[in-house]
């Protein structure tokens, strides 16, 4: 089966993605949204002494994870309110989480938007961008797969070169410079994004979505001075706007095997290729300082860790040679076959991809097929 359009569905729950000035302010705000039932928190960094002031949180939180601290004042504000938090980038949490959301995207970089763009397109999931610098403009985007232009639609050469470097020999992208701008201004940010999340739970027909999804809303505080900037698709947008038909498979990432998932394929498994988008499988690892090398078997970047060489502290990496894309059969190492996906570092609700040929198969792990009426 081919990738193929589907419509989106009406979120059931924000995934609040960066939770910095803007979505740390975002998070006092949703309480306030009587259709929010449930909130996801994804950030995978700890609260510094540096972030207090321009950040909401105590002193008293400074090195605890962002998300732990953000549950604990989500749940004070909102007891009611069911809280789930992934102290990881957005690409590690497994894509079935994130199925029937809205997201949130408060994040400072451009590589961590794009793969938001991907995982929403990919989902079918409606996100609002938000944004600002220090000097005093605020901005904020809707995005609706299949009702307008996506995120890169408006990117050019200068803006792909300008990608922060996310590279097969590290686990994280580098660090976008903070924007150190004031509080307030994240507020306004946060307070503008909330209310087009408002305005897209309430929109009452496609129409009404496809109007919200073309604008863009700008707020120069400064001069006092507001507009609208209007999109439509590019024909020439590098992103191929695919939205996936995943089938859900019962089974566990505990309970099939890589083998066993080729054999999805029948009679074309020896054509068939694993992947899981944005994920590079890693063999080894090697010590960038004494070249100590350690075997892996295979596992996702990002889902094991980077822990420094026993022999001499350095950095252990995974250099490009020693990470791959996808697998096949044969290009799969000797026992591989016969290991479930949970080796790999997949868990349930894990996505993965099976291409054979020309078509390209989704699987959901751990998912059951939902029963007919």
Excluded at 41 to 64: H, M, T, W
Excluded at 121 to 139: K, M, N, Y
Excluded at 158 to 165: F, I, K, P
Excluded at 208 to 230: M, T, Y
Aim: charged share 25%; aromatic share 6%.
């Amino acid at each position: 089966m081919s990738t193929a359009t589907r419509s989106t569905e009406r979120p059931a729950a924000p995934a609040l993605v960066g939770l910095g000035n803007i979505g740390s302010h975002a998070v006092q705000l949703l309480p306030d949204l009587a259709d929010v039932t449930h909130v996801d928190l994804i950030d995978p960094d700890r609260y510094a002494a540096s972030n207090l002031g321009g950040q909401r949180f105590s002193a008293k939180e400074v090195g605890c994870l962002k998300v732990l601290a953000q549950a604990r004042a989500l749940r004070a504000l909102a007891p009611d309110i069911a809280v789930d938090t992934y102290a990881c980038p957005i690409e590690a949490v497994p894509l079935g989480k994130l199925r029937g959301r809205a997201i949130l995207s408060c994040v400072d970089s451009r590589s961590a938007r794009q793969s938001i763009n991907r995982i929403a397109t990919r989902l079918g999931l409606p996100w609002i961008d938000s944004g600002l610098d220090r000097a005093g403009s605020v901005r904020a985007r809707v995005y609706v797969p299949g009702s307008g232009d996506c995120l890169e639609c408006s990117w050019g050469a200068r803006d792909y070169a300008l990608l922060d470097q996310r590279l097969p020999c590290n686990a994280a992208s580098s660090a976008a410079p903070p924007t150190a701008a004031p509080a307030e201004l994240g507020s306004i940010a946060a307070g503008l994004q909330v209310a087009l999340l408002r305005s897209l739970l309430s929109a009452q027909s496609p129409a009404d979505v496809g109007e919200l999804a073309r604008k863009q809303w700008f707020l120069d505080v400064p001069s006092c001075r507001g507009w609208i900037g209007r999109y439509a698709p590019n024909p020439h947008c590098r992103f191929d706007h695919a939205q996936w038909v995943i089938e859900p498979l019962a089974r566990g990432a505990r309970e099939v095997t890589l083998g066993e998932i080729f054999d999805l394929a029948g009679a074309e498994a020896g054509d068939a290729v694993f992947s899981v988008e944005a994920r590079s499988i890693v063999r080894r690892v090697r010590c960038v300082k004494c070249g100590r090398v350690k075997e892996v078997g295979g596992r996702l970047l990002g889902r094991f860790p980077l822990a420094g060489c026993r022999r001499c502290g350095g950095s252990m990496m995974a250099a490009a040679t020693d990470a791959c894309d996808a697998l096949s059969r044969t290009t799969a190492d000797a026992g591989w076959l016969d290991r479930p996906l949970a080796a790999f570092g997949l868990v349930d609700g894990d996505v993965f991809s099976l291409r054979v040929r020309e078509a390209t198969i989704h699987h959901e792990l751990g998912r059951a097929p939902a029963r007919e009426a």
